[in-house]
T-cell receptor, first 113, second 112 residues
């Protein structure tokens, strides 16, 4: 069974540009979570989607947005990129009923120059 | 203030030795606590889950303990191997769906 897949693996952008990251959850999982992990720091919660709706949001500016599609895959969009947005962006999925265990993808490394 | 504090921030141990990582939390109410292992550049992988009624749980050479009264958990690694070099993250779930509380992690380096 395929795990959580993320694309692209690496992405290089310049300040002011937009970045789009994609995530496909494990088959059967309806919840998708996005986290930001800056170099040397812990995971910071960004967004949680379930059944196509945004359920919760972390303390990030509105230029961080996303959506979940009918097939439960998800997109994270970061507009007006800033240097400090450089980080590993991790997507995780889980069953809604038992969200205790998150299954993480390998992440997308975003570098903003 | 982070509701999950981990210590030490990092540690270096010799291959074959044991070590213990600590996690203190203030999350309330408490639902469960998980320890994740994150290899460099990879996504975290769950090692153990502890619920309120559980005190100890093992997964191979990894043993987690939980004291729900003092809100403390520990992860003990026995007979460390080079492959144990990773960041170990403590994650606590309260009753806020989707908004788990993450510790900053303990970076473990196992040297030959």
């Amino acid at each position: 069974e395929a795990g959580v897949t993320q694309s692209p693996t690496h992405l290089i952008k310049t300040r002011g540009q937009q970045a789009t990251l994609r995530c496909s959850p494990i088959s059967g999982h309806t919840s998708v979570y996005w986290y930001q992990q800056a170099l040397g720091l812990g995971l910071q919660f960004l967004l949680w989607y379930d059944e196509g709706e945004e359920r919760n949001r972390g303390n990030f500016p509105p230029r961080f947005s996303g959506r979940q599609f009918p097939n439960y895959s998800s997109e994270l969009n970061v507009n007006a990129l800033e240097l400090e947005d450089s980080a590993l962006y991790l997507c995780a999925s889980s069953f809604y009923v038992e969200p205790g265990e998150l299954f993480f993808g390998e992440g997308s490394r975003l570098t903003v120059l | 203030k982070n509701q999950v504090e981990q210590s030490p921030q990092s540690l270096i141990i010799l291959e074959g030795k044991n070590c213990t990582l600590q996690c203190n939390y203030t999350v309330s109410p408490f639902s469960n606590l998980r320890w994740y292992k994150q290899d460099t550049g990879r996504g975290p992988v769950s090692l153990t889950i502890m619920t309120f009624s559980e005190n100890t749980k093992s997964n191979g050479r990894y043993t987690a303990t939980l004291d729900a009264d003092t809100k403390q958990s520990s992860l003990h690694i026995t007979a460390s191997q080079l492959s144990d070099s990773a960041s170990y993250i403590c994650v606590v779930r309260g009753d806020s769906w989707g908004k788990l509380q993450f510790g900053a992690g303990t970076q473990v380096v196992v040297t030959p």
